[in-house]
Structures are given as C-alpha cells and as structure tokens.
C-alpha cells in the first residue's frame, strides 16, 4: 500500500505539472498503481488463509473495521474523481456525484451519532464513568462530519459552477468568490484539528481510563488460569531468594543445601523455573533487586511486595497495586503471569512472632514435610500447636497484606 500509493501521487505531480504528458498519460495510468495495490492489499488480508493467532481480536476487531472502511472509501473516491476527470463514463454526473464516498462517510458519522446519543443521555443518569467516553465519541463525530460536509460542498459547489475559471488572487468578481469557496474548504479543517487535538489531549487521562475499561477485552488466547483456592492471608513468608518467597519454609532450606554453582542448583533445585528461565536468557531483574534494592519495573522504589500466590518478589508496592488493579483474569505476575490473588508487604520492622516456631528439628521424611504442608495450607499445624520447626525461623520475614485502595485508583501514573 505504501509503495503504490507513492508511485499514484508522483504520477499524479507528474500529470498536473506538466501539460504535455497529459495526451499520452491519462489519470486512468495514473491510478492504476494505487488500484492495484489497494487490490492486493485486499486479496492477501481477507482471502488468504492465515493462523487464528494473526487475526484481529478484541478491541483490534473495531479498529481493523475502521481502517478498511476508511480505506474502501478513499480508494473509491479516487476512482470516482478519476473517471470524472477523464470523462471516461458513459454516464455524465456531475462533481457533487463524483464526491458520494464523502457523502456516505457522513452517512456513518450520522448512524454513529444517532446510536450514541441515546446511551450518553441514558449514561448521563446510570452511569456517569462513560458519560466522558460517549460524549467524546458524540461531540468528535459531529464536528467530524460538520467539517467533512461543509469542505466537500464547497469543493464540489466551485467545480461544478467553474467558479475557478479564474485564479483566486487575480482581482474580478468571480476570483474574489473563488476565494470565498476554497477558504470555506479549508478553514473548517483548521479549527477543527487544533480544537480536537487541544481538548482530547486535556481529557487523554480519565479518557484513556473510560475508553479500555469500555473497549478493551482479553484475546483467544489469553486464557485465564484458574483461580487457586483462596488461602488465609499470611503474617508470615519464608525467602527463598530476593525474587521469590514461599509459603513452605521447605524450600528455603533446599535452596540452603543446594549445590553452590549456580547452575548445578537450578538443574538439581528448580525451586523458582520461571526465574530460572529469565535469568538463563539474560534477564537482570534478579540483579537488580538484589544488589540496588529497586523495583525491577518502575526502577525507582524500594522492592517491598511479594505477589500472591506465586511469591515472586521484588517489585514495589505501587507496582504490584497496579498489576492487582487490571480487569478480571488480567492481573497477572509480570514473571510467570500466574493470576494474582492479592499482594503483601514485607515488614522488616517488625519481628517474626516466635509462637510460630517450636523446637522440633526439621522433618527430613516425605510424611512429614505433607503433613507441614498441609498445615501451611490450612493456616494452623495439624495435632500440634508448633506449625514451624524452630529451625526455620531464620528464613521467616514478617509480611502484611496491602489493601485494595477504594474510589479512585490513587496509583495510576499520569499519562505522558
């Protein structure tokens, strides 16, 4: 398409600059470049078979129908005012004729505005969170196809009355309504840009909140995992390492004994795979909490939040809300995309209750450790009042859960 389109518009300079190659260079040559690849363009995008993953889903459906729309639309206009040039149809029509792709381009604006109408009144009452987003679609359409409508007839108005005979800055009558019709042409379009990039970007943070809570939706294939069994909120993590903390103090002790090569530990412990992964294909994020104390996202706040229930770690707490705070089956780990449940601060300040912590010596037996587990799982030890061995006290740090804020999400950055 872009190929073609740049060859139609230097022929196009061609044509109209220079009058000798008008007899033997036609405007029907001129758009046969722009024609064919618009052909092609359509024959590859909707004929040839392609894999589910390359299509269009979600929101993306809208814009996709939108820009062939647009681009139908454009590829007929010129074909059409083509042809008028050249005189080429047996049917004469006139230029107001020639220009009906504007006139069916307002047709859509008109549908889309008399659809949205009804649902920002009803909005206005029911729902005010999209009265901003349907306004916005009402008030850019109008003034869409107020500009469209006013340009376009005039363009047609002059060339169909040849009030151009003549060139605009030469001093007659019919110059001086020359100017008057190609200045109502343009200058809508000159206020009406301005205007809508001036006030859309004014709007661009509360807009962009309404229009992806409104439109956004979760391609085929994000499937959702399911949701793991709600847990008690723990006051109490065992780390395993700076990226990742577990419920079961059995994996700080493995990774203890583990092997010290790093890589014999990941091939015999893999306690954290898809850290393992990262860090085998160059990622640095482990680095990065561990030696500068950051957030391995927004790289400026202390790594404090652990997500549940995949216990990965280092983020901050902003970050980690921000994670929370997405639509259902979206919030997901930035390291395993695990689903999560809710997020937990670590306390640093305040100590480890010892009540947790008895004095047996740590299971070595596979009953044993499910028996631990279990009692994990439940949030209190099973036939015993000691739910940790004394010896796994040293691996425990104190944790919080982070609340869901209410009312307006304090966290969400500005939009740059």
Not at 327 to 345: D, E
Not at 399 to 406: G, K, L, Q
Request: aromatic share 10%; glycine share 4%.
């Amino acid at each position: 398409m872009i190929v073609t389109e740049c060859g139609y518009k230097v022929l196009l300079c061609v044509y109209l600059m220079f009058k000798g190659v008008q007899r033997y260079l036609t405007l029907r040559l001129v758009m046969l470049p722009y024609a064919v690849g618009y052909m092609l363009h359509f024959i590859l995008g909707h004929f040839v078979p392609v894999e589910d993953t390359d299509r269009a889903e979600g929101c993306n459906v809208v814009s996709s129908l939108f820009s062939d729309l647009g681009r139908f639309l454009c590829f007929v206009l010129v074909v059409s005012v083509s042809m008028k040039v050249d005189n080429s149809s047996d049917v004469l029509y006139d230029w107001e004729a020639a220009f009906w792709p504007c006139w069916g381009l307002e047709g859509v604006i008109a549908l889309v505005v008399l659809l949205v109408l009804p649902a920002c009144l009803l909005s206005s009452v029911t729902d005010p969170r999209k009265l901003l987003m349907l306004s916005w679609v009402l008030l850019s359409g109008l003034a869409l196809g107020s500009t469209s409508f006013i340009s376009m007839y005039n363009i047609a108005y002059a060339l169909d009355n040849k009030v151009c005979s003549n060139p605009p800055y030469t001093p007659s009558s019919g110059s001086a309504r020359c100017l008057q019709k190609l200045q109502l042409s343009i200058w809508p379009w000159l206020v009406f840009l301005p205007a809508f990039a001036i006030a859309t970007s004014l709007a661009k943070r509360p807009l962009a909140m309404a229009l992806h809570d409104a439109w956004y939706q979760p391609g085929r294939n994000e499937v959702a995992q399911p949701l793991q069994r709600d847990l008690p909120p723990p006051s109490v993590l065992f780390r395993v390492t700076a990226t990742y903390y577990s419920r079961s103090w059995e994996a700080a002790a493995d990774l203890e004994a583990a092997p010290s090569n790093a890589y014999s530990m990941m091939r015999s412990f893999p306690l954290d795979p898809s850290s393992s992964i990262l860090s085998a294909r160059g990622a640095t994020f482990a680095d990065i909490v561990e030696s500068e104390q950051l957030c391995f996202i927004c790289y400026d706040q202390v790594p404090e939040a652990i997500l549940l229930e995949c216990g990965h770690a280092g983020l901050c707490v902003t970050c980690a809300m921000q994670l929370l705070e997405r639509r259902p089956g979206q919030a997901q780990c930035a390291i395993c995309r695990s689903n999560i449940s809710c997020v937990v601060r670590l306390r640093a300040d305040v100590a480890v209750p010892s009540s947790l912590f008895g004095r047996a010596p740590r299971p070595s037996s596979s009953s044993s450790r499910s028996v631990s587990a279990a009692a994990l799982l439940e949030g209190t030890a099973t036939g015993s009042s000691e739910t940790w061995p004394a010896t796994a006290k040293r691996y425990a740090v104190s944790v919080e859960v982070v609340r869901r804020p209410t009312g307006v999400r304090w966290w969400l950055p500005s939009l740059r």
